[in-house]
Each structure stands twice: as structure tokens, then as C-alpha cells.
């Protein structure tokens, strides 16, 4: 485990262009795009717009606190974050 934290590279793409577009977020003031979470061990490292607005493959770059992080296996999660 590094001291400063773990750097977690997450790789996705918009909902593809096939499928109806998003509807406006309920949380985001009407921002266009869906919420969304990323979680280290139950911790939320991220949340706020899905950061894959467009429809090609792209990356975002996260460094995860070291304080996040425990001896052994870490559970890493990606949630929906709209309003059910």
C-alpha cells in the first residue's frame, strides 16, 4: 500500500447513442447526465455527474486517500446515485 494512496484508473463510456438520450439529473439542477458513486470499502471517493459524457470509450484518473485503504483485499464499487 502506497502512504499517499492508490491510484484507480476508471475506464467507461456515455450510455451508447442507440439507447435514448440521459434525462436530466433530479439532483444536479437539471444538468444533463446521470449521478453516479465510486466507492473504496464503503467510502464514496467520488460522487457527482457520471464522468463519461460522451459516447467513445475515455478514462478518469482518481487517487484514492491512503486512509481508504486496508491491509488485504479492498472492495471497490461503481452505483447509480439517481433518486430511485
Same mark, same amino acid.
Given at each position: 500500500?502506497?502512504?499517499? #494512496?492508490l491510484r484507480? =484508473?476508471?475506464?467507461? @463510456?456515455?450510455?451508447? @447513442?442507440?439507447?435514448?438520450? +440521459?434525462q +436530466?439529473? $433530479?439532483?444536479a439542477?437539471? *444538468?444533463? #447526465?446521470?449521478?453516479?458513486? !465510486? $466507492?473504496?470499502?464503503?467510502?464514496? !471517493?467520488?460522487?457527482?455527474?457520471c464522468?463519461f +459524457? *460522451? +459516447? %467513445?470509450l475515455s478514462?478518469?484518473d482518481y487517487l =484514492?486517500?491512503a %486512509?481508504l485503504l %486496508?491491509?488485504?483485499p479492498n472492495?471497490? *464499487? !461503481?452505483?447509480?446515485? *439517481?433518486?430511485?
Amino acid at each position: 500500500m502506497l502512504s499517499r #494512496g492508490l491510484r484507480v =484508473i476508471v475506464v467507461g @463510456t456515455a450510455q451508447p @447513442t442507440r439507447l435514448p438520450a +440521459p434525462q +436530466p439529473s $433530479r439532483q444536479a439542477g437539471g *444538468e444533463p #447526465g446521470l449521478r453516479c458513486a !465510486f $466507492r473504496i470499502n464503503g467510502q464514496k !471517493f467520488y460522487e457527482g455527474l457520471c464522468p463519461f +459524457p *460522451e +459516447p %467513445k470509450l475515455s478514462a478518469q484518473d482518481y487517487l =484514492i486517500d491512503a %486512509k481508504l485503504l %486496508k491491509p488485504g483485499p479492498n472492495v471497490l *464499487e !461503481f452505483a447509480n446515485a *439517481e433518486p430511485a
